[in-house]
C-alpha cells in the first residue's frame, strides 16, 4: 500500500496561482492528480511517470498547470496557474502503474485538497 498526502489547496481570485504538493510514503510508477466538483464526474487532470518524467495532461488545464516532481523526496508537485472559477473542486493525488493511472483506475489515493476559484 502506497500512502499519499496532498496539500496545497485553499481558496483564490480567478486568475491566481496555486501549488498542490503529494507525499508518497513509497514512490511508484506514475503519480497525478485528478478533481471533482459538486454535480460533476471525477476527471483526470494530470500524471506523470516517475522513470522517464513523461507527462501527460487534460485538455482543460493545458498551458496553465504543469506536473513535475521530486524524486529524492518522492514528491509531484502540480502548479496551477491562470485559475479559472471552473477549476474549482476536491483535488485528489493518485498512484499506480501508469497504464492504470491514465485509464483512470489508479489503486492509490490521496484524501484530497479543495481548491476554491471565486
Known amino acids: 500500500h502506497v500512502q499519499l498526502v496532498e496539500s496545497g489547496g485553499g481558496s483564490v481570485q480567478a486568475g491566481g496561482s496555486l501549488r498542490l504538493s503529494c507525499e508518497a510514503s513509497s514512490y511508484p510508477y506514475c503519480m497525478g492528480w485528478f478533481r471533482q466538483a459538486p454535480g460533476k464526474e471525477r476527471e483526470g487532470v494530470a500524471a506523470i511517470a516517475t522513470g522517464t518524467g513523461r507527462t501527460y495532461y487534460a485538455d482543460s488545464v493545458k498551458d496553465r498547470f504543469t506536473i513535475s516532481q521530486d524524486n529524492a523526496k518522492n514528491m509531484v508537485y502540480l502548479q496551477m496557474n491562470s485559475l479559472k472559477p471552473e477549476d474549482t473542486g476536491m483535488y485528489f493525488c493518485?498512484?499506480?502503474?501508469?497504464?492504470?493511472?491514465?485509464?483512470?483506475?489508479?489503486?492509490?489515493w490521496g484524501l484530497g485538497t479543495q481548491v476554491t476559484v471565486s
Open positions: 493518485a498512484a499506480d502503474f501508469c497504464n492504470l493511472l491514465v485509464a483512470g483506475v489508479p489503486s492509490h
